[in-house]
């Protein structure tokens, strides 16, 4: 029987699968799987969201204006070059959606964040896998594979999920080996937690650049993941093109009040960057004493590499099964390329050692 048929390739996506969030038999579970904020939205932004309970049923401002101001402001941007958005997902999907099509490439680096190639696939893109260093972006792999095809590249900086990143010579050395007609986006979700003098959140590269957009969120640090807000900023062209392809009220009223409140809380930023660098050292300098093979990272997770010998019981699926065992979301990154692999995220200081504590006992320490 004849039915209506979607666009060729959209039934071989793979849709994007989050990290669990639920275990049954436990009062309470420890949720390391998402990169999540570990103190949740402020304070001062939970207020901000129960002041406006009766105003759910006016829409919101379309073009966030007040949000974009403060972005602005507080960043040092021109106010007109910054989009508000869904979550920068929702930029990724604008991207694709604007910049390629059949017959034209996707390149992002390896390990890369998993919804650019989903969303490569939904405009019926080719997508291309650039091999990395030591799960680094590796910038002559990059250029190596620039075709005439290519119109889109991506890589976040710092990168999920490997917690790696890039120096801004680096970053300028591939935007130096890039063609113009090549747009290359600069996904700064993590950009907060960096604590490097040789990193850039990618703002200046933009400025000086026709081709570079950078992408930010409101769900890492600041912990607003369920309210979905993110924004970027991008060359004027660019920006025209994103503001003709979203949807208007794109950002739902309770997000954009939230984030009002979130970016005017300078306290509860600098404790959140506190948190995390004390107790990502911990994490990882703990987890290493267990024998166990932790990258450096930038980020608020860590990645914990086990042994590929199907010979031995610790492997990451073993020890993924050994955590849930024990009320312990993390993630497993097979879908990344990387099957020996769990990333934690740094969560409250509670949470992180009871993780530790659950390793020492499946490594036996």
């Not at 989050?18 to 570990?38: C, Q, Y």
């Not at 600098?270 to 995390?276: L, R, V």
């Not at 166990?292 to 914990?304: A, G, H, K, M, Q």
């Amino acid at each position: 029987m004849a039915s209506p048929q979607p666009l060729a390739g959209l039934k071989n996506i793979a849709p994007y699968i989050g990290g669990e969030s639920e275990i049954t038999g436990f009062d309470r579970i420890v949720k390391l799987a998402s990169n999540e904020g570990a103190f949740g939205p402020s304070p001062k932004t939970l207020e901000a969201i129960n002041a406006i309970g009766n105003d759910f049923h006016r829409y919101p401002d379309g073009d966030c204006n007040e949000l974009r101001e403060l972005i602005s402001e507080r960043n040092n941007l021109p106010k007109d070059n910054i989009i508000c958005s869904a979550g920068s997902d929702e930029l990724i999907s604008l991207l694709c959606r604007s910049y390629a099509g059949p017959g034209d490439e996707i390149l992002y680096s390896a390990h890369g964040f998993a919804m650019y190639p989903i969303y490569g696939r939904t405009v019926g893109a080719d997508i291309v896998a650039a091999p990395e260093n030591g799960i680094t972006v590796d910038v002559d792999q990059l250029l190596a594979h620039v075709t005439e095809k290519t119109r889109l590249l991506f890589i976040a900086n710092p990168n999920n999920p490997t917690g790696t990143y890039i120096p801004k010579s680096e970053v300028q050395r591939l935007i130096d080996g890039l063609s113009k007609d090549v747009l290359l986006v600069l996904d700064s979700a993590y950009a907060e937690f960096v604590d490097r003098e040789d990193f850039s959140n990618g703002a200046e590269f933009v400025t000086a650049n026709e081709n570079v957009v950078m992408l930010r969120t409101f769900s890492k640090i600041y912990g607003m993941g369920g309210l979905r807000l993110g924004w970027g900023y991008a060359p004027d062209e660019v920006i025209d093109i994103l503001n003709r392809m979203r949807s208007p009220f794109n950002v739902a009223y309770p997000a954009m009040v939230a984030g009002v409140a979130a970016i005017q809380d300078d306290e509860f930023l600098k404790m959140s960057q506190e948190h995390n660098i004390k107790w990502l050292k911990w994490t990882t300098d703990s987890i290493r004493d267990l024998g166990l093979e932790v990258p450096d990272s930038v980020c608020n997770f860590v990645i914990v590499r086990f042994p590929e010998d199907k010979g031995t019981n610790a492997t990451a699926e073993s020890a993924d099964v050994f955590l849930k065992s024990k009320g312990i979301i993390v993630r497993r990154l097979g879908g990344y390329g990387l099957p020996d692999a769990l990333r934690i995220s740094i969560g409250l200081e509670d949470e992180m050692k009871i993780v530790v504590e659950a390793l020492a006992e499946f490594v036996g320490k």
